[in-house]
């Protein structure tokens, strides 16, 4: 896909033509290599990076990111001096995908930069030159054809979200093999639409029923009316629905229950987003068993005077936290279970209960600070506010 891109792209091409080593990293373009003059006034290499910004196989033209990035000690002039009109910052940066960088730089063109070849290429000279005043002949144009990293095998286009913010590393915590979903129904469909977004090889959906034109009003995007009309299950319905973004969503149209609870046990997490405590237990019992990590979800939404008002639950179980677990979900109690006997769901509720439960697990994985570590959190519609049990001691 990398090199893909390259020949796709005249201005890339016309980089490696001009005799650049180019090559694309995840998400960044970089131009190896590039000759500069060190504080000590010798004469080293260093790499030149760029965000790349894509409109899906094409490159946009004019890049709206001005700033470039540098791998290396910063670039001085002939007589060891740091190049100040190009200074921007410097402080090590990991973004992602094996690539490191020490400084960014910024100068910008007063109609701006034409395309990447003109923007590679003047800060390429800029660096470069000084070095040629110690080193006659020195240059970043090798004619040494580089070979770049396969574009991420998971998304059939790059992440340029997170190039963009700069959490490329971060990111990379997310790259598990294996997640489940079990159960695809409104806050099933949500996990689904967030992590769908996230780097994991595999997510793997598990839900027996069909998809209803109900699911249509609870669920994240807009069936029409022709795939409502069609029965087909719920799990093929929503892999069809992200395969045009990614690779690797596994649908098994199946109810997951006693007998078949170890198809879980080679997966890295689950979310486990079904209704009936009766129906959950052994799912749970089989994950405990295994020593697996997982999520539970719940919401308990009552009708009265004419208004809703309820719990969103997110309960987090991992190897060395189980005690809480049975204190906050029910697992077949009819007490319990009498929170779900009218199923109100509720699209915004199914999208904010999703939304806490990936950020659980974001957190789980060191995607966010997580000082608190709390293993339950309860949000309450009337009072608005999240009360999280179980934090860290």
């Known amino acids: 896909m990398s090199r893909r891109l390259i020949n796709l792209n005249s201005d890339l091409k016309a980089l490696e033509k001009d005799g650049y080593e180019v090559a694309i990293k995840g998400d960044h373009l970089v131009v190896s290599n590039v000759p500069y003059v060190s504080a000590s006034g010798e004469v080293k290499r260093g790499a030149l990076v760029s965000i790349l910004e894509l409109r899906g196989d094409k490159t946009v033209s004019p890049p709206r990111q001005h700033i470039a990035m540098f791998a290396g000690e910063h670039p001085c002039d002939q007589r060891g001096t740091k190049l100040r009109h190009i200074e921007h910052s410097s402080s090590r940066q990991n973004l992602g995908n094996g690539l490191v960088v020490d400084h960014s730089f910024s100068a910008k063109p007063k109609e701006g930069y034409r395309d990447y070849h003109h923007k590679m290429t003047t800060y390429a000279e800029m660096i470069s030159s000084p070095a040629r005043e110690i080193e006659s002949g020195v240059t970043a144009q090798t004619y040494v054809v580089t070979e770049s990293d396969e574009a991420d095998q998971i998304f059939r286009y790059m992440d340029t979200a997170s190039s963009r913010a700069g959490i490329g590393a971060i990111t990379d915590k997310l790259r598990l093999g294996k997640v489940a979903i079990v159960g695809l129904g409104g806050t099933g469909s949500y996990v689904l639409d967030l992590m769908a977004k996230t780097p994991v090889e595999e997510i793997h959906l598990f839900d027996g029923d069909d998809f209803f034109q109900h699911n249509a009003f609870r669920g994240p ?136 439960a990936v950020i659980r697990w974001k957190k789980l994985c060191g995607f966010y600070f997580d000082p608190e570590g709390e293993t339950t959190s309860n949000y309450t519609i009337d009072g608005n506010v999240i009360d999280n049990l179980g934090g860290a001691q």
């Open 221 to 356: 995007g807009a069936a029409s009316f022709a795939e409502i009309s069609v029965p087909r299950k719920k799990v093929e319905f929503w892999a069809e629905r992200y395969d045009p973004m990614r690779r690797g969503i596994v649908p098994h149209a199946l109810f997951i229950d006693a007998e078949n609870a170890n198809l879980l046990d080679d997966m890295d997490f689950v979310f486990l987003c079904v209704d009936s405590g009766a129906s959950k237990k052994p799912v749970v019992e089989r994950l405990e068993e295994v020593g697996m990590s997982f999520i539970d979800v719940g919401m308990g939404v009552q009708a009265a005077n004419d208004q809703l008002l309820g719990i969103v639950r997110v309960t987090t179980s991992t190897p060395d936290r189980r005690d809480h677990f049975r204190k906050h979900v029910g697992l077949g109690e009819a007490e319990v279970d009498h929170a779900y006997s009218q199923n109100i769901q509720i699209a915004d509720l199914n999208a904010l209960n999703a939304t806490l």
